[in-house]
Nanobody
Framework: QVQLVESGGGLVQAGGSLILSCAAS????????MGWFRQAPGKEREFAAA????????IYADSVKGRFTISRDNAKNTVYLQMNSLKPEDTAIYYC??????????WGQGTQVTVSS
C-alpha cells in the first residue's frame, strides 16, 4: 500500500482556482487508480474525481465536471486536482485515496479548501 499526503488547499474567492497535490510514498503508486474525495461541514464524504493507473481514463462527479481536472505524474508519485471556477459549495476538506481491489484506502489527512462568495 501507499501513504498519501495532500497539500495545496487554501482560501480563494468564488471564480478562482486552486491546484491540489497528493504525494504518495511507496514504489507501487503507479499500480493504483487514484481518486479525490471531499467532505463539506455536516455532510458525508463524497467522490469528486478519479484517474486510472496509467492516467488514460478519468471520471468526475457531475458537480465538478467541466471545472475540475485530475491528473497524475507517476514519475513523481503525485496526483493532482486542478480546480477552476470555484464555488462556495466547493468548500470542503479534500482527500486523496488509492483504489485497492474495489475499495478506496490509504486516506491522507486532507487539505482544507474554502471558497468565499
Amino acid at each position: 500500500q501507499v501513504q498519501l499526503v495532500e497539500s495545496g488547499g487554501g482560501l480563494v474567492q468564488a471564480g478562482g482556482s486552486l491546484i491540489l497535490s497528493c504525494a504518495a510514498s511507496g514504489r507501487t503508486f503507479s499500480s493504483y487508480d487514484m481518486g479525490w474525495f471531499r467532505q463539506a461541514p455536516g455532510k458525508e464524504r463524497e467522490f469528486a474525481a478519479a484517474i486510472s493507473w496509467k492516467g488514460h481514463n478519468t471520471i468526475y462527479a457531475d458537480s465538478v465536471k467541466g471545472r475540475f481536472t485530475i491528473s497524475r505524474d507517476n514519475a513523481k508519485n503525485t496526483v493532482y486536482l486542478q480546480m477552476n471556477s470555484l464555488k462556495p459549495e466547493d468548500t470542503a476538506i479534500y482527500y486523496c485515496a488509492a483504489l485497492y481491489e474495489n475499495n478506496w484506502g490509504s486516506w491522507g489527512q486532507g487539505t482544507q479548501v474554502t471558497v468565499s462568495s
